[in-house]
């Protein structure tokens, strides 16, 4: 008998009649002979419904009593499903996070899990009681409420998977699993029936957003198998998602698992620094201390002493960076700040490439093929990253798609 | 300094509008040099709101689930409470009744609280922050949120001003006190400064909702001074509103301070019965197997060794009642079963009337005056309660009201 804990998303549970749907599934898993806990988030809209009654009071609020409103919306769904299978004669018990005692530090509205006392649950389980738990939230050690900020059910649900050792953490969604890249621009985009905690924390972070990047991490920190698959599907047509898992020395990795793309990006390129040690750390903290995030960094020290510095930016944060270092002339001198907000960042993603040479020629061969500039490039272990006009996001995602054989 | 304990129900909290009204008057009183606790409601519509989504699920539900469910609405009006307080640079904190630990049976939907631990209140309190507290609900010794029934958040306030020793508990409504007679029925009806707890159990017990009974039973045995005040009143024309107390030795109580009816009657007279012991019984034995509530009951020995029995009951279980007694022919035999449910109650309510003998005769002989026939009459130490046609209504409670002196 394997325990298997199941994550239901918003979606998944924002309305009654898909809230009837997920008991069924939920029961269904528990009669094929395992033990399942199931995290549920609050019901599509209903946070933002109490996110405006708190923004009536004031634009800014309290964050421990913006935790304690907003913590509402999951225990509705708990009370829900624990009565939609209640009234199919099966056993079910709703936990709010408090209650099940998931621990958190005090950060509220971004608090970080440190424990979960199992004792409860495991007791349930072994009474073939379905155990539902309210993602998304917790208690600080003197019991005030936190949560874990927007999407962080998910990471709920890997924890209880950690704690309870369980044998799979299902995390139901709206899409079906990961695929190969986005197949709103490539419809030939593949769904991957497996992927390794590493490749998909750089699809996650790189504009797929499919799953919480700290629920990977955790699940990878952790080594709990983690499967991706829809709610929506019916039983005929219900495939296995995707599983996210440790990479599997068996079997021969692909060169590239997927193609990321990100178009929340904006570049800034300082000309004519002084090239000598410090000159670009001045640059970035002027940055950093406004809050703001670096992503890509490049230096190339040119001739005659001077250096340029290249790096991007979320686009929303494009005009102020501009602002910071127009108003820093007297650090930045004489240089030039040149900034372009009409870039996107496109991705190789694979664990494959750690053993193959070659990949980033290939991928660079490719974008020639099309006439695409690359404007900048940045690679680690199992990605190569480069920054490019948005007018070539899509031919560039295809062109790739297709000359890494992603589709096959 | 004295410790005041404000409770502000589902209208008074209806909206955001009036959630900032009642963080000003919260203010104020703590402005006055007081330290405040303040127990809300749900605003107006919520729970009801809850439950239609239980009642899409199943029509019966699990009471612990559907108590996880409804106490997110108090939760709610907590967070915006204490944001509207902050925002208006206070210091205030909320608690669900679990967080302040109000411990209660695990009789859920209808618990009774057994302990409240007031520490965390106490320290708030001596850092001059205003506490709010959840009403309605608190959670059982293992941890499982329990609510107290509808209109359970006057039991929570009274409880918390017990438990702090509060110099007062006001329970905020849409009325600005208790009346000596409804003024819907009687506009000459005068609103009371004071009235004991004896006598606003009589009152609400009667029909007069303006409080829970069993927050004023816990008021009472507590000596907890409740004050009924308008939430919807300026600070212009704000009143002291009702003070429900202990009786009060110095000052000549009044003959009758109010006369409370109730329309939810009606009555079954069971005549032809054998005068013999145990009679009696058998007849309300069936009634009360059936979960019926018996209110008066007046049996009397008439000739030739048969008596008749006549009680009376809510008017929805009427036909019940009826129902059951006529298919119990064999326990009854030759006894006739006469029902009546076009009838009301119509009662006197006073601790004077402890020391002043006539009050009875002086209310027969006004409803007399006026042609009104008595069907039942019962008495308590402080009440003289009489059954009439439901038509008499009207005229029986504005002939008393003008024949005890009510509107001067």
Do not use: W
Not at 333 to 338: A, V
């Amino acid at each position: 008998m394997a325990i298997i804990v199941q994550k239901y998303g918003g979606t998944s549970v924002g309305t009654i009649e898909r809230i009837k749907h997920v008991a069924d599934r939920v029961i269904k898993t528990q009669q094929a002979g395992h033990q399942v806990v199931v995290v549920v988030s609050a019901m599509s809209g209903e946070t933002n419904r109490l996110l405006a009654l708190a923004s009536e009071i004031a634009t800014q609020n309290n964050p421990r009593e913006v935790d304690v409103l907003v913590s509402t919306g999951e225990q509705v769904t708990i009370a829900l499903l624990a009565m939609a299978i209640q009234a199919r004669g099966f056993k079910a018990r709703s936990y709010t996070g408090g209650q099940v005692r998931i621990i958190t530090d005090d950060a509220h509205s971004k608090a970080r899990i440190k424990q979960i006392d199992d004792e409860k649950i495991q007791q349930d389980l072994q009474a073939d009681t379905i155990v539902i738990v309210a993602g998304f939230q917790g208690t600080d050690e003197v019991g005030n409420i936190t949560t874990l900020g927007r999407g962080g059910s998910d990471t709920t649900a890997v924890a209880l998977a950690a704690a309870l050792k369980a044998d799979e953490c299902q995390i139901y969604t709206d899409v079906d699993g990961v695929y190969t890249t986005d197949p709103r621009i490539e419809p030939q985009a593949k769904k991957l029936d497996k992927i390794t905690f590493e490749e998909m924390l750089e699809m996650a972070s790189l504009g797929s957003k499919v799953l919480q990047i700290r629920a990977v991490e955790f699940a990878g920190k952790y080594n709990v198998p983690l499967r991706v698959l829809s709610s929506f599907e019916t039983a005929q047509t219900a495939g296995s998602g995707t599983l996210i898992s440790l990479e599997d020395d068996d079997v021969e990795a692909p060169l590239v698992s997927g193609i990321a793309f990100s178009r929340d990006e904006a570049q800034i390129k300082v000309t004519n620094i002084p090239d000598k040690p410090g000159a670009a750390f001045v640059i970035l903290a002027l940055v950093s201390d406004a809050n703001i995030e670096v992503d890509m960094i490049v230096q190339n020290a040119s001739h005659q002493g001077i250096a340029n510095l290249t790096f991007t930016v979320p686009r929303g944060d494009y005009q102020r960076v501009v602002d910071i270092l127009h108003q820093a002339k007297d650090i930045l001198g004489d240089s030039e700040i040149i900034g372009d907000d009409t870039i996107v960042k496109v991705s190789l993603v694979g664990v494959g490439m750690r053993s193959h040479a070659g990949v980033a020629t290939k991928m660079f061969q490719i974008l020639a093929n099309e006439n695409i500039n690359i404007k900048l490039i940045s690679t680690s272990e199992i990605k190569i990253s480069t920054v490019i006009d948005e007018k070539y996001l899509e031919l560039a995602v295809r062109a790739l798609h297709k000359g890494f054989g992603l589709a096959q």
